[in-house]
């Protein structure tokens, strides 16, 4: 089954976060008003709605209906890291079985000085990802910006709606060998970002030049590996310093950089506010 809908505008993320279901747990039975999207890191989930029974798997996603009663029809036979996402559709969907042969068959009309192109999505109910390096780190990026801060839900809405774009870029399976190039570094980071490395380690690992792997990321991501490694790192440090007493040089060190003065002055740059000031308006702001 597919989830058809048309943008602009996009479908409205409302909340998301990430969970364990602990080993002979079960997923709750309820009914929503809202799209529920369960994506599982590890173990597996398994839940029925409407009569149909999904085994939720590594690297697996279930979109679950509005209005659709759906429950764990079986224990989890170990522990399941799950990330979930809700959202709404407030300007109509549909369910339809076919789905886009190409991906230019999402363009259903261009946009002229005055009127916006329109896109027409069509994406899968429950799917397997392949490339789950960069739809996992969009995924780490929504649920790593639940704070009170004002801009963040701003930003869960643009990562929400390059979520799914590449929810629907899985769909057609058509990775380009630049995006094969930008999972491996994106890979590397999530694996290596907690010691210190440059370019040139990264290059050596993935065994390409760094000035391919530069530019495979800017036409990806619209930055360099390093101020991807920046923003990864910051991120990182923004959760430590919610939910830890860890001191600003520990969370330096636990980032991969050593040096907690140059740690603050980045911090500053990117956030707006030093680390200590972040943890008291985070805090503040409960």
Same mark, same amino acid.
């Given at each position: 089954?597919?989830?058809?809908?048309?943008?602009?505008?996009?479908?409205?993320?409302?909340?998301?976060?990430?969970?364990?279901?602990?080993?002979?747990?079960?997923?709750?039975?309820?009914?929503?008003?809202?799209?529920?999207?369960?994506?599982?890191?590890?173990?597996?989930?398994?839940?029925?709605?409407?009569?149909?029974?999904?085994?939720?798997?590594?690297?697996?996603?279930?979109?679950?209906?509005?209005?659709?009663?759906?429950?764990?029809?079986?224990?989890?036979?170990?522990?399941?890291?799950?990330?979930?996402?809700?959202?709404?559709?407030?300007?109509?969907?549909? @369910? +339809?079985?076919?789905?886009? $042969?190409?991906?230019?068959?999402? %363009?259903?009309?261009?946009?002229? =000085? !005055? &009127?916006?192109?329109?896109?027409?999505?069509?994406?899968?109910?429950?799917?397997?990802?392949?490339?789950?390096?960069?739809?996992?780190?969009?995924?780490?990026? @929504? +649920?790593?910006?639940?704070? $009170?801060?004002?801009?963040?839900? %701003?930003?869960?809405?643009?990562? =929400? !709606? &390059?979520?799914?774009?590449?929810?629907?870029?899985?769909?057609?399976?058509?990775?380009?060998?630049?995006?094969?190039?930008?999972?491996?570094?994106?890979?590397?980071?999530?694996?290596?970002?907690?010691?210190?490395?440059?370019?040139?380690?990264?290059?050596?690992?993935?065994?390409?030049?760094?000035?391919?792997?530069?530019?495979?990321?800017?036409?990806?991501?619209?930055?360099?590996?390093?101020?991807?490694?920046?923003?990864?790192?910051?991120?990182?440090?923004?959760?430590?310093?919610?939910?830890?007493?860890?001191?600003?040089?520990?969370?330096?060190?636990?980032?991969?950089?050593?040096?907690?003065?140059?740690?603050?002055?980045?911090?500053?740059?990117?956030?707006?506010?030093?680390?200590?000031?972040?943890?008291?308006?985070?805090?503040?702001?409960?």
């Amino acid at each position: 089954m597919i989830v058809e809908f048309r943008v602009p505008p996009f479908p409205t993320f409302i909340k998301g976060g990430e969970g364990t279901f602990k080993t002979g747990s079960k997923h709750f039975r309820r009914i929503f008003n809202v799209f529920d999207f369960i994506y599982v890191k590890k173990g597996g989930l398994y839940i029925t709605e409407n009569g149909v029974n999904y085994e939720i798997r590594p690297f697996q996603y279930l979109i679950l209906f509005p209005g659709f009663e759906h429950y764990g029809y079986k224990e989890c036979e170990e522990d399941t890291d799950v990330i979930w996402i809700h959202f709404s559709i407030d300007h109509g969907y549909e @369910l +339809v079985k076919e789905k886009h $042969r190409r991906f230019g068959d999402i %363009l259903v009309k261009d946009g002229d =000085f !005055e &009127e916006p192109s329109e896109f027409l999505f069509r994406i899968p109910k429950y799917h397997h990802i392949q490339q789950a390096g960069r739809f996992e780190t969009i995924l780490n990026h @929504l +649920v790593e910006l639940n704070s $009170r801060i004002v801009e963040f839900p %701003l930003r869960q809405q643009m990562f =929400f !709606e &390059e979520l799914l774009l590449q929810l629907q870029k899985e769909a057609l399976n058509i990775p380009t060998a630049t995006e094969k190039v930008v999972d491996e570094i994106l890979e590397y980071i999530a694996k290596n970002y907690e010691k210190p490395f440059t370019m040139e380690d990264m290059a050596r690992d993935l065994h390409f030049h760094p000035d391919y792997l530069t530019r495979c990321m800017q036409k990806t991501h619209g930055m360099t590996p390093r101020q991807y490694v920046n923003l990864y790192r910051m991120n990182k440090a923004k959760r430590l310093l919610s939910v830890t007493d860890d001191t600003i040089s520990s969370i330096a060190k636990e980032i991969g950089i050593q040096d907690p003065t140059y740690f603050s002055k980045l911090f500053k740059k990117m956030e707006g506010f030093t680390p200590a000031e972040y943890r008291k308006l985070v805090r503040r702001n409960g």
